[in-house]
T-cell receptor, first 115, second 112 residues
Framework: SAVISQKPSRDICQRGTSLTIQCQVD?????MFWYRQQPGQSLTLIAT?????????ESGFVIDKFPISRPNLTFSTLTVSNMSPEDSSIYLC????????????FGPGTRLLVL | GENVEQHPSTLSVQEGDSAVIKCTYS??????FPWYKQELGKRPQLIID?????GEKKDQRIAVTLNKTAKHFSLHITETQPEDSAVYFC???????????FGTGTRLTIIP
């Protein structure tokens, strides 16, 4: 599977501020995804990051709150805007498997605490 | 959209015994069913997956079974070991729409 890294690994932020999370893959992938995992909960898909076009957001997630960039086939960013304590979560990116687009492999996650 | 239910939410098993986690899905178009293991503070890791053209798949101590008619699939772990303690998530998707819908997770504890 691909080697996936995320930055930062964790952060503590003040409410009202924004944080940009980076996801880097060691090989080109078509599909990249962003998930949120609230404390003690399951994973919820935020959006699919499409290279060369706007991200596709899931119900309950909007571009103004979670803008996403996908400038190339190895990199994506997720911004959490105007943060509130309810945004405290783990944010994970995932990528498709090589030769198996339905398989997804996850990055190490970004643990965000909003005060 | 797809809805995946997972049971039980917690499971305690004596070391050496077997553990079974069950999931049901709602969308008959779903044809890919992975299982992820998430240890505390770590990323979800794919441990086994099954596609709808197969009824059962085994990899050493873990196996997954799929019943397409009933729309449910199960994870079986035999000869459990302390390192099997983790949260396990099932998920579903279908080819052409590779968005994974996850179950709510099962916290498995292996009692030494």
């Amino acid at each position: 599977s691909a080697v996936i890294s995320q930055k930062p690994s964790r952060d503590i932020c003040q409410r009202g501020t924004s944080l940009t999370i980076q996801c880097q893959v060691d090989s080109q992938v078509t599909m990249m995804f962003w998930y949120r995992q609230q404390p003690g909960q399951s994973l919820t898909l935020i959006a699919t990051a499409n290279q060369g076009s706007e991200a596709t957001y899931e119900s309950g997630f909007v571009i103004d709150k979670f803008p996403i960039s996908r400038p190339n086939l190895t990199f994506s960013t997720l911004t959490v805007s105007n943060m509130s304590p309810e945004d405290s979560s783990i944010y994970l990116c995932s990528v498709e498997g090589r030769g198996s687009p339905e398989t997804q492999y996850f990055g190490p996650g970004t643990r965000l605490l909003v005060l | 959209g797809e809805n995946v239910e997972q049971h039980p939410s917690t499971l305690s098993v004596q070391e050496g015994d077997s553990a079974v986690i069950k999931c049901t899905y709602s969308d008959s178009a779903s044809n890919y069913f992975p299982w992820y293991k998430q240890e505390l503070g770590k990323r979800p890791q794919l441990i086994i997956d099954i596609r709808s053209n197969v009824g059962e798949k085994k990899d050493q101590r873990i196996a997954v079974t799929l019943n397409k008619t009933a729309k449910h699939f199960s994870l079986h772990i035999t000869e459990t070991q302390p390192e099997d303690s983790a949260v396990y998530f099932c998920a579903a998707s279908y080819r052409g729409n590779e968005k994974l819908t996850f179950g709510t997770g099962t916290r498995l504890t292996i009692i030494p």
